[in-house]
């Protein structure tokens, strides 16, 4: 395969750093899933739509796992109700089969669909611990089997659906696997090392945060001397509130505080008067106690 | 030396070491360097292996460790290996086979090892001679709890009690069936609420000097139960005996026993304490208060499972052993299949 590597900065609305982007390549060339962990709002998410968008493909087929959700309703999905139903219509002979009633599931189709997309399986940390075992076989080889369909409408369910009891993905082109976890439960040990495990961490250099500030705001949403000046208190804010706060802010509340503080039309002079307490400081916390937390930590800085 | 032969040195050196690593991370590893990663230089090769092995931050430190442990070789050193002059290439040297060679480095003591010199010379403070031989093996540092978090999944698992509770989301297939059979037609299906975890369970958990040196491994319990969706529970911390019950670890906030029997009535308790083995001397004072309170917790919090960090056979003799022959209480040795036994007996079988 010829593929251009993943760079990470070549889309306009996401950076990743170059050790991020050399694991993303490093799990496309052994086709293995890419566990991404880090705190909430550091953009875990938007790393699969970055590789999607780097490589050409469509938007990535989002799967939010919630604390029901079960492996096999990826893959595919019975509707039994509807078959009770047709089977109260007087000489309907199709709730008499099961294919009618089988349909795929978003995994199910990404891997069908025999194309390379992008698939992003949010928060499986929020699943019953079941979950990540049931899909490892399935993330590894890419096919699976309709157990609900008997081996005797494999036909006609190829005929209808265009799948059959057998669906298997395209080995040359296997789904991308972006899988991200915000660390609520552990996950089961035989899962992680099936997958290439990457970190997002907190962007270490101004410049790195400045650039991402940048790429996700719309042009003419800030000017440049406002959002260095931003940059910088921000930097100074999430160092005092390390610790003391139970959310410290990342970069997707300063990116809603750098454009409060733009439409607001605040000076970026204002900012340095007060460098713990800037203007609109209140939009970078979520909770009450966090906001209390951190202005009596600024409160004791400015002191 | 080419990146492939180090790659396969480091892999079953790992090995060795305990990692949990399969034939398949070496051909994938080796997969991967074929493709072009982690071949530019040493640096470039040790993060494919963290990148490729190492899961917890614990791994990532032993696989940059045994980098370091292992500096390139020099020319002098290639030229004896290899029986050739120094190589003048510019190519990059990634590093010596590990495996027989490496334990001479080992045993010559290098930066990394402790030095016990001062000790041998007894030079120092009169150690017996026999403490002071120079351990062959390196140490482990890395924590070992008695029990796993995977452990302690399993186990919590026997204790679901599932019950129906919320809002109607569920359908009752039977009960669909039965109300279409009734009437002949069906204009929606009957719902019931979904099932919900609704166990409760009550965590004491001694916080003494003695229970010091289990720590971890009690924390690892306590984490257990928040990750595994009981519908409530509670933990509440002592010393020495459950007589007086803390909020917090570091026993500050005091909580009255009839305000824990009002918040879990009818519970099931565990308690995590050595019960007095550690020391291995019979204190009577504690057997008989120890006896007397679980009569008092036993009003409202029945059944007493006990989990003893210290090996069964170090009860005799001490504490533990009259307070696990009470008949109030069962007491298990504290590990996977102790705490399985222990939520059996939660579960109301013995």
């Given at each position: 395969m010829s593929e251009p590597p993943y760079t990470g900065n070549a889309t306009n609305f996401y950076y990743a750093s170059p050790t991020v982007a050399a694991i993303v390549n490093l799990a496309i060339a052994l086709k293995r899933p890419l566990l991404v962990e880090g705190e909430p709002g550091c953009g875990k998410t938007k790393l699969a739509y970055s590789i999607a968008a780097e490589k050409g493909l469509p938007a990535p087929t989002k799967i939010s796992v919630k604390s029901t959700t079960r492996a096999k309703d990826l893959l595919y999905t019975v509707n039994s109700l509807r078959r009770l139903q047709d089977t109260q219509i007087k000489d309907a002979t199709e709730a008499r089969f099961m294919y009618p009633y089988i349909s795929l599931g978003p995994l199910g189709r990404a891997i069908g669909s025999g194309q390379r997309v992008v698939l992003l399986i949010d928060e499986v940390d929020k699943a019953d611990i079941d979950f990540p075992n049931d899909l490892l076989d399935v993330l590894e080889s890419f096919t699976f089997q309709i157990e609900d369909l008997p081996p005797e409408e494999d036909e006609a369910c190829q005929k209808r659906h265009r799948f059959g009891r057998q669906v298997a993905g395209n080995p040359d082109f296997p789904p991308i696997v972006v899988i991200t976890s915000n660390r609520e439960k552990r996950l089961p040990e035989a899962f992680l090392r099936r997958c290439l495990y990457v970190r997002l961490r907190f962007p270490e250099t101004l410049e790195e945060l400045r650039d991402i500030v940048m790429k996700n705001l719309d042009p003419g949403a800030t000017n440049q001397a406002l959002l260095e000046e931003a940059v910088k208190t921000f930097r100074k804010i999430r160092e005092a509130s390390l610790g003391s706060t139970q959310k410290p802010p990342t970069t997707s509340e300063l990116i809603d505080w750098v454009r409060i503080l733009y439409w607001q039309g605040i000076r970026p002079e204002s900012l340095a008067e007060k460098p713990y307490l800037p203007p609109f400081w209140e939009t970078l916390f979520k909770t009450a106690s966090d906001l209390d937390a951190y202005s009596a930590v600024a409160q004791s800085k400015l002191a | 030396m080419t990146p492939q032969v180090a790659l396969e040195g480091l892999f079953f050196y790992l090995v060795r070491e305990g990692f949990p690593l399969g034939i398949r991370d070496l051909t994938q590893a080796l997969e991967a360097l074929r493709g072009g990663f982690g071949t530019s230089s040493r640096e470039n090769l040790m993060w494919l292996c963290q990148s490729l092995w190492a899961r917890t931050e614990e791994e990532h430190r032993r696989i940059s460790l045994l980098f370091e442990m292992f500096p390139p070789p020099t020319p002098e050193e290639i030229a004896t290996l290899t029986g050739n002059s120094p190589e003048s290439s510019g190519g990059e040297t990634f590093s010596k086979p590990l495996g027989p060679q490496s334990k001479d480095r080992a045993s010559q003591g290098d930066t990394t090892a402790i030095d016990f010199t001062s000790a041998e010379n007894r030079t120092g403070l009169g150690i017996p001679a026999s403490v002071t031989t120079v351990p062959s093996e390196r140490f482990v540092l890395a924590p070992k709890p008695l029990i796993s978090q995977r452990a302690c999944a399993v186990a919590w698992r026997r204790f679901r009690r599932p019950l129906r509770f919320g809002p109607k989301v569920d359908v009752d297939i039977e009960e669909t069936i039965a109300a279409k059979a009734q009437d002949g037609f069906l204009p929606e299906p009957v719902l019931v609420p979904r099932r919900d975890n609704r166990a409760r369970v009550v965590l004491l958990i001694d916080v003494g000097p003695s229970m010091m040196a289990w720590r971890h491994s009690v924390a690892v319990l306590g984490d257990s139960l928040r990750e595994s969706q009981f519908g409530t529970y509670g933990v509440y911390y002592f010393h020495e005996t459950p007589a007086r019950l803390f909020e917090k670890e570091t026993l500050t906030v005091p909580v009255s026993l009839r305000s824990a029997f009002e918040r879990f009535s009818k519970t099931p308790v565990l308690v995590v304490s050595e019960a007095g083995a550690a020391r291995a001397t019979l204190d009577k004072q504690r057997i008989e208060a120890t006896r007397v309170c679980l009569g008092q917790l036993g009003l409202a919090w029945r059944p007493v499972a006990w989990l003893n960090p210290?090996?069964?056979?170090?009860?005799?003799?001490?504490?533990a052993q009259y307070i696990s022959c009470l008949p109030s209480v069962s007491m298990f040795p504290f590990n996977a299949y102790g705490l399985v036994q222990a939520v059996d007996v939660m579960r109301g079988r013995r």
């Open positions: - | 210290m090996t069964a056979s170090r009860w005799r003799g001490t504490p």
